[in-house]
């Protein structure tokens, strides 16, 4: 176990870092016979509220270690199809550097055919994910759960920030939005009719799954803002909003997708981890596990 400063400037606090997801033995967490690929991405150059995210990647692997590696609803061991966690791509430059980084290492693990789930730090990091997974997989198209639209064409001048994300995603490829209840007037414009499920029209419901999964092509990437989920279960995020969705209902409609469609790689991002609150990154660490076990319990 390493032992890294947990935030900027507060050499006083000190946090454990694992550097294996799941802190796997290793003949479970070797490059060579993996299926998935972990890649933290520690980055938090444009968000402009709670800072931290950057942290995100490394409270998410350490809060992995403490997770039962049996799903009892997919009766399955996703382990066991072998995970490996990449070095983390570090960085503090424009966001722009930072999604070109990110494409080159998310396309180099595609070229050996893994499932890369990249871990954020901020949003702006899809954007290279999306276009490294784009240039592979034609018609792909992006489900986005997030609280907020992140439409903006840009933001604090950067066209590539964290609140302008998903005009990045959009200039690439086809994009559905789900648990949206936060926008700018600026961004309406951009929403595109039958594809954004506002949170205040889809909790405790199930009936726009299927209208939503019809919007997206057969293979899928997903992107998970945790701000989608309520800050009553999820507190420890840049930019909270009230009224986002539950675990089982999040869980509901990603089994649903994972069962109609072909999700080939997925990010989650905006942790922004708090030493007095550990269940925010345990609850992100499960969300990888179950929907990875949703993927591959299937196959």
Known sequence: MKWIPAFAGMTKYFMPYRTNYGDLPKIYSQLATAKVVILPVSYDGTSTWGKGADKGPAAIIEASANLELYDIETDSE????NIFTAEPIMGNGAPEKMAEKVKAAVAGFLKKDK??????GEHSITVGAVAAYAEKYKNLSVLQLDAHADLRPEYQG?????????????????????????????????????????????????DWHDKAIGKLT???????????????????????EPGGLGWYRVLEFLKKVSQKKNIVGFDVVELCPNKNERSSDFLAAKLIYKLLSYKFSKQ
């Open 78 to 81: 996703v382990y066991k199809k």
């Open 115 to 120: 499932l890369v789930v990249t871990l954020g």
């Open 158 to 206: 950067w066209k590539y920030s964290h609140a302008s994300a998903m005009s990045r995603v959009r200039e690439i490829c086809p994009i559905v939005q789900v648990g949206i209840r936060s926008l700018d007037i600026i961004e309406k414009p951009f929403l595109e009719k039958g594809r954004v499920f506002y949170a205040e029209n889809i909790c405790n419901k199930t």
């Open 218 to 240: 057969d293979k899928v990437y997903v992107t998970i803002d945790l701000d989608v989920f309520d800050p009553g279960i999820l507190p420890s995020t840049g930019t909270p």
